[in-house]
């Protein structure tokens, strides 16, 4: 019951806010943080009594929903999810304690938020295709009436854009689950894995590109990745901390789950197209972020960028690469969502996010300089931080693969330092813009919101085992399956 | 070549992992109590490199007996040896430890000096402790990726005290140059490693030897010059040679710890800690590379004013003189030499910056007759630049002509080019001493009447780098028999002074300091009339650095920028407008115009309803938010699927 | 064969009340053809209670009823707070989804 | 029998026309009642007497009057501009009669038990049944009742809400 109780947690939060007056928005944010923090607490609970070795699904609940269609509620933590419900977890409370800056609509706000939370720790823990698709959609509605409600500058129009978009991915990706169904009448992921290699290679190759466009959307992969940057801009703070942190995982986490164990012939056959696209990923995201004067803007090019390692490493078809691309998922998560917050923190205090604008701030805010060349550095990859375990083992892994993909893509990696030296120094350095002379550092809370994230990010990167130890049974299982040893659960 | 022999014994030393966490602590410490410690910070990071000085030195025994000391542990997987890393130390490694902690402890007692009164004194202190930790790291590692991670960690800190006085925009943008141009040459080494991963699944150095018996010559050369590309950015090669200069901006102590006497050298160290992956083809492309390096930045060095800069330059220069010892085989020879130039290039660099805190002034032209008031700096910046011409018998002598003599013996040739080097290096080495410190003082901009001797706690380390300068070299000599070369496990070594070499070095160093008394000092022509217009071209195109600067800004940065831009613009309305094309006939033109930005949703959608409703029908139909035309095609979705689902 | 053409009658009711849904302009009026659905439906679960002798089709019969009355109930209040607040009683008046 | 089931059906049929065809408002109401009642007695046919008067109960005698009141309470809404047209009723007639062809051609392929098969269901039967088996749904359905009617109360309530803040 472990699972059911997370999931419970943010969903009983929601419905006691609901039943709060909308003027009590003291009750309604503590309300918030015990749910979100209840939810944390649990999912370290998983943490505590996970068994990394063992290659089953642990903790796994199985209930009867819909028996003619053989639908179950089956939820269940392995290798591959335990880190994103962790992510998932951390990143939805710290982004609820730095949720102070939206000040109209709380009830509804918070509702929205705990909603959201529910669908994106269920996405990661079902293990059943229906299940997976229903959550996957309920993540779907409060994240576009929080952009629309509570965003900024386009809102309307971005989060159209970014529901229509998502939409027509997973409207791709229902089509393949109903095929998937007809073909071999269940939902189990599990069962579905086990019996992959049975599928002909045709059906594959289809339900691969269907599945892969409703994942790439997410990701999002170059080309579909116009979304995002427009959701992003627009978003409140924690909006954008958790699109950036948990809901582009969801994407990877698909091919992790689903892609690959289930049609391993069909991913075999478009790892060149895989490799291709996280190397335009890297290449082009990095270079498009290069040339961004918005620092939001700049931060969603920097994650187009980033998760292109995520792609490069499931092409490559290897423990490295495989391990780096997942190592990569967390350790993006929790940069960019970092990275996300201190751009509302200066946001919240300047009220402009044009990077030209700024200057010397150095001197002025030394907390938030040293958190903001912290958070740059993990984020172009900077050994000792966990981006650069988590790139390094994505290219390593698919270099054996896709030797000259992997060699243009570490060209990416100069142009990260390019861009992100770029916002120390029109933030942080040179002369004091003396319009903002009087700019406050940042308070207790907001520090308290970014402190975990650092020392995440700092202790990933000085000894990845504590990651790498968990998810690399479960990783080698599937690449083990996906390469055609049987599986073995 | 000839790398060091497999030690006899490897002793397990937990006590290792102190020597880089010791400057880690004191970074810590200083990071968050800086200031609460205020005045006292210093003390933390002396304190702290000088334990990691004392342990390198109880290390030495052990060391010199041929011993290999090790830790290692299992880091990126728990089960595959190729991924667990560790710390050791042998010859090679220990001699790198000792430079580095014995220089950076008298230059963080120089600092103490030199930054006294700044407001972000810890600060600087902790960047100090951080780099040290990093670098100890880099020389310590026993695996490449260990050694990578180190290698950028110094990358970063030698970025953060670069801009360390990052109001000035200059410090912002020299420090942001040299990140990024070090990591152009790290991608190098990074593709070294993944390439050499691919290949020989090994990454350990002590498997070196073993790796190159079953890799093919192509694949070495290959891995080896990716490697090599990765040393030419950390030192500062052609053609990755142009962060160096800018990077005086930072303060001066850092330029003599990071910029001239140990980052820039761990080039030359992963070079010959790599050496076994060389092949004979690479090695000719680091002996070239090297060569140029050095001929370039000595022609460069005798035209520039800026004393610090100067002074990079013969850093440049001297980095090359390295590199063309590691091109000749001969890794011991560009250690030494390491180990040398590393004593007196702090030590010209502690002067100059005593010259710089004393007169406030870095330009030759304000400069002069300082030994008057500054006596004791004269005297050391005149016994490192001694030993740095390679006059009998000082430290600079032994390495140098070590060099020369391995050189005649591969190349007879290359004598004598490097030879013109070591006059083109006594050349400028003296024109900055002779201009600084004798003639007489200069008045226009005060520069340097009120100036004064530094404080004791500047001029004692800098005593100390001098008994270096001096003696260091003895190491090497044929006097006590090259102990420094049985550490690093050479065993052929020429006995005896070559009295030839002696002579020809001393005539190439006394042609040097006349060449810099006449021309440098006099300002006197020496080129016959007619081929003056050439003579002045040449200086124009050595004083403006080759042009190199502005031909990369022409060549490489602006048309990566133009690309980010045209990347970005290409986002913005080719991918963001790709699925517009069908949509956007059916739009007026003024609609067009509006919606031009937010173009690529909405014409998606709108080309789908074209496809539904025929040519006539407007995009907005299916947005028209009434819910009935939404339902009509949820009607038509069923009736269509379930017919065809029909069983 | 009185399951048969019931059952047309069922299907005529449900495809009048769709066609109503689609082309009624007056929010009450799309109330009404929604009634028609669920009489459609309710008609469908009596027959074949009827013609298998099962219990369960008359409750749920008997369920659509009751939230066929909910469901007029909550459109009601929804159609006459519509005309107070935008002045309107036509759905197609109603289009703040409009992208 | 199928002359009733016959007048019942035309009754219920030309009903459910006017309901979806007319324009006044009023009478397409009326006409409902009608479909209403017809559907009513083919379920007294159908020997479900119960439920007959459930129906005329609930529809006829609540729903339908609730929407009688609505209409008039709106009145002057629709009274003053002219009752538009229908909008696409060729698309839409298109699409439901596609719909019904669908609808016919599936359930014609099907087989059916012999009529009547079974006995009729008793009220006894029912009411067991609901206390007993869909005690839950049933329960629920209550829930969602009083829901409906508080919500019905809270949105109608006068003053109005306030409107959301665009």
């Known amino acids: 019951m472990a699972l059911t109780a997370l999931l419970a947690c943010p969903l009983v939060g929601m419905l006691l806010i609901l039943a709060l007056p909308k003027t009590a928005v003291k009750a309604i944010r503590s309300v918030a943080l015990l749910a979100t923090g209840a939810a944390l607490l649990g999912s370290l609970q998983l943490l505590a009594f996970f068994q990394p070795g063992r290659t089953q699904v642990q903790f796994q609940e199985k209930l009867s929903w819909i028996p003619q269609l053989n639908i179950f509620y089956t939820v269940g933590v392995d290798g591959i999810s335990l880190p994103m419900v ?5 990143l939805s409370f710290l982004a609820c304690i730095a949720s102070t800056s939206i000040t109209e609509r709380q009830k509804e706000y918070y509702a929205l938020y705990l909603l959201l939370e529910v669908g994106m720790l269920g996405t990661f823990l079902a293990l059943d295709l229906f299940l997976f698709y229903v959550f996957w959609e309920v993540v779907l509605v409060p994240m576009y009436l929080m952009i629309g409600i509570w965003g900024g500058g386009r809102r309307e129009y971005s989060a159209f854009k970014f529901f229509v978009y998502t939409l027509a991915g997973s409207l791709a990706m229902l089509l393949a689950i109903l095929a998937l169904y007809l073909r071999t009448r269940s939902f189990d992921m599990v069962h579905l894995a086990a019996m992959g290699h049975t599928l002909d290679l045709g059906f594959q190759q289809l339900l691969f590109v269907a599945f892969f466009l409703g994942f790439a959307i997410k990701v999002p992969v170059f080309p579909f990745h116009t979304w995002l940057p427009d959701a992003h801009v627009d978003a409140p703070t924690p909006g954008s901390v958790l699109l950036a942190g948990v809901l582009l995982k969801m994407g990877g986490y698909g091919f992790f789950r689903i892609a690959y164990p289930i049609f391993p012939e069909g991913a075999q056959w478009f790892g060149g197209t895989m490799a291709l696209l996280g190397m335009i990923n890297i290449v082009y995201g990095a270079f498009v972020a290069m040339a961004q004067t918005d620092f939001k803007r700049l931060v969603a090019y920097s994650s187009v960028s980033h998760m292109g390692f995520v792609l490069l490493g499931l092409a490559g078809l290897t423990a490295e690469g495989w391990n780096g691309a997942m190592f990569q998922m967390f350790s993006h998560g929790v940069i960019t969502g970092a990275m996300f917050l ?30 903001l060349i912290f958070f740059s550095l993990a984020s172009l990859g900077l050994p000792g931080l966990s981006g650069f375990v988590a790139e390094f083992l994505a290219l390593i892994g698919a270099y054996g693969r896709w030797t000259w993909q992997t060699t243009v893509s570490v060209l990416g990696v100069v142009v990260a330092a390019a861009y992100m030296l770029k916002v120390i120094r029109q933030v942080l350095l040179g002369p004091l813009n003396t319009r903002w002379a009087a700019l406050p550092d940042m308070t207790g809370r907001e520090v308290i919101s970014l402190a975990p994230l650092l020392l995440v990010v700092l202790a990933l990167g000085v000894y990845p085992l504590l990651l790498l130890q968990i998810q690399d049974t479960a990783l080698q299982q599937v690449i083990a399956h996906v390469l055609g040893q049987p599986w073995q659960r | 070549m000839d790398h060091a022999a497999a030690p006899a014994v490897t002793l397990t030393l937990p006590q290792l992992g102190w020597i880089p966490a010791l400057p880690l602590l004191a970074f810590t410490l200083l990071l968050f109590f800086g200031r609460r410690l205020g005045r006292f910070s210093p003390w933390v990071a002396v304190a702290a490199l000088a334990g990691a000085l004392g342990i390198t030195l109880s290390l030495a025994g052990t060391v010199f007996h041929g011993h290999r000391v090790a830790v290692s542990w299992a880091w990126l997987s728990a089960d595959a040896p190729v991924w667990s890393i560790g710390l050791s130390v042998d010859g090679l490694s220990w001699l790198m430890l000792f430079v580095v902690t014995s220089i950076g402890t008298m230059i963080a007692l120089y600092s ?4 006294h009164g700044d407001p972000r004194l810890s600060r600087f202190f902790a960047y100090l402790s951080l780099f040290c930790a990093s670098m100890l790291l880099l020389v310590l590692a026993d695996h490449f990726l260990l050694l990578y991670v180190g290698w950028e960690l110094v990358g970063l800190c030698s970025y953060l005290l670069i801009s360390f006085w990052f109001e000035k925009p200059e410090a912002a943008a020299a420090g942001r140059k040299a990140f990024i141009t070090t990591r152009i040459g790290d991608t190098g080494l990074l593709l070294g490693i993944l390439l050499l991963f691919w290949t020989a699944h090994e990454l350990h150095f002590s498997q070196l030897d073993a790796v190159r018996a079953h890799l093919s010559p192509g694949l070495l050369t290959l891995i080896s010059v990716l490697i090599f590309l990765g040393a030419a950015g950390k030192s500062a090669q052609i053609p990755l040679h142009v962060w160096l200069p800018d990077a005086m901006e930072g303060p001066t102590p850092v330029s003599a710890l990071i910029h001239a006497a140990t980052m820039v050298a761990a080039g030359v160290y992963l070079v010959a800690r790599t050496l076994p992956l060389f092949t004979p083809e690479s090695l000719q492309i680091v002996l070239t590379i090297g060569l140029l390096t050095h001929l370039f930045a000595g022609t460069v060095a005798l035209t520039q004013t800026d004393i610090k800069r100067i002074l990079a330059y013969s850093t440049l220069s001297q980095l090359g003189l390295m590199m063309v010892a590691l091109g000749l085989g001969a890794a011991p020879l560009a250690m030494f030499h390491l180990g040398t130039h590393a004593f007196f290039k702090a ?6 910056g005593s010259v710089i805190h004393a007169a406030h002034a870095q330009e030759l032209g304000q400069l002069g007759g300082l030994r008057k008031t500054m006596p004791w700096t004269a005297a050391l910046f005149f016994i490192a630049a001694v030993s740095m011409s390679g006059l009998f018998p000082l430290s600079g002598f032994w390495s140098k002509d070590a060099i020369l003599l391995a050189a005649r013996h591969d ?16 050349a400028y080495i003296f024109r900055v001493y002779l201009r600084c410190f004798e003639g007489t003082a200069k008045d226009h901009h005060g520069a340097t009447p009120h100036a004064h001797e530094s404080p004791m706690i500047m001029v004692l380390p800098m005593a100390m780098l001098g008994l270096g300068a001096i003696g260091a070299g003895l190491a090497g000599s044929p006097w006590l028999h090259h102990p420094l070369f049985r550490l690093l496990g050479e065993t052929h070594v020429h006995e005896g002074v070559d009295v030839p070499i002696l002579a020809w070095s001393t005539v190439a160093a006394a042609l040097g300091l006349g060449l810099a008394w006449v021309v440098g000092v006099q300002q006197r022509y020496l080129l016959p009339p007619a081929l003056r217009p050439l003579g002045s071209q040449l200086y124009r195109l050595a004083a403006n650095k080759y042009y190199v600067d502005e031909l990369y800004d022409r060549f490489l940065i602006r048309p990566f920028l133009d690309l980010a831009r045209g990347l970005a613009g290409f986002d913005q309305r080719v991918i963001d407008g790709a699925v517009n094309g069908a949509g956007r006939v059916g739009w007026g033109l003024g609609e067009l115009k509006a919606w031009f930005d937010q173009a690529v949703v909405d014409q998606l959608v709108n080309g789908l309803a074209r496809t539904v409703r025929g040519a006539g029908a407007t995009l907005r139909w299916i947005q028209t938010g009434i819910v009935q035309q939404y339902l009509f095609v949820v009607v038509m979705a069923v009736v269509v699927l379930s017919a065809l689902l029909r069983r | 064969m009185p399951v048969q053409s019931l059952l047309l009658l069922s299907h005529a009711l449900f495809c009048l009340g769709i066609y109503g849904i689609l082309t009624r302009r007056h929010a009450i009026g799309l109330l009404l053809s929604i009634e028609l659905i669920l ?10 209670s009827r013609a298998f002798g099962h219990v369960q089709a008359q409750a749920f019969a008997l369920f659509i009823i009751a939230l066929a009355a909910c469901e007029a109930v909550v459109g009601l209040a929804i159609i006459i707070r519509l005309s107070r607040t935008a002045k309107t009683v036509f759905a197609d008046h109603v289009d703040l989804l409009k992208g | 029998m199928s002359i009733a089931y016959g007048l019942l059906a035309v009754l219920t049929l030309l009903g459910a026309v006017w309901v979806v065809t007319l324009r006044n408002l009023f009478r397409a109401a009326l006409s409902l009642g009608l479909v209403l009642l017809g559907v009513a007695g083919l379920f007294i046919l159908l020997e479900a007497e119960f439920l007959a008067f459930v129906q005329i109960l609930v529809y006829v005698g609540a729903i339908l009057t609730l929407v009688v009141f609505a209409i008039m309470l709106t009145a002057k809404l629709h009274a003053s501009s002219a009752s538009p047209a229908s909008r696409q009723t060729v698309p839409a007639a298109a699409a439901a009669l596609g719909l019904f062809l669908v609808l016919v051609s599936t359930t014609n392929a099907l087989t059916w038990p012999d009529y009547p098969a079974a006995e009729a269901v008793s009220l006894a039967a029912l009411g067991q049944e609901l206390v007993k088996t869909l005690v839950l749904p049933f329960e629920v359905i209550s829930l969602v009742f009083v829901a409906a009617m508080v919500g019905a109360i809270a949105i109608a309530a006068n003053p109005p809400m306030k409107p959301p803040p665009s």
């Open chain 3, 39 to 48: 009489n459609a439906a309710a008609l469908n679960f009596v027959l074949f």
């Open chain 2, 411 to 426: 190349h007879p040739w290359l004598l004598w080019v490097l030879l013109g080097g070591a006059a083109m290096t006594t």
């Open chain 2, 112 to 115: 103490m000096g030199y930054m």
């Open chain 2, 347 to 352: 030590l010209l660099f502690l002067g100059a």
């Open chain 1, 342 to 371: 201190l751009v509302g923190v200066l946001y919240d205090r300047a009220h402009t996010r044009n990077l030209e604008e700024f200057g010397g701030l150095g001197v002025r805010v030394p907390v938030y300089a040293a958190f």
């Open chain 1, 86 to 90: 962790l992510l998932t977890a951390l």
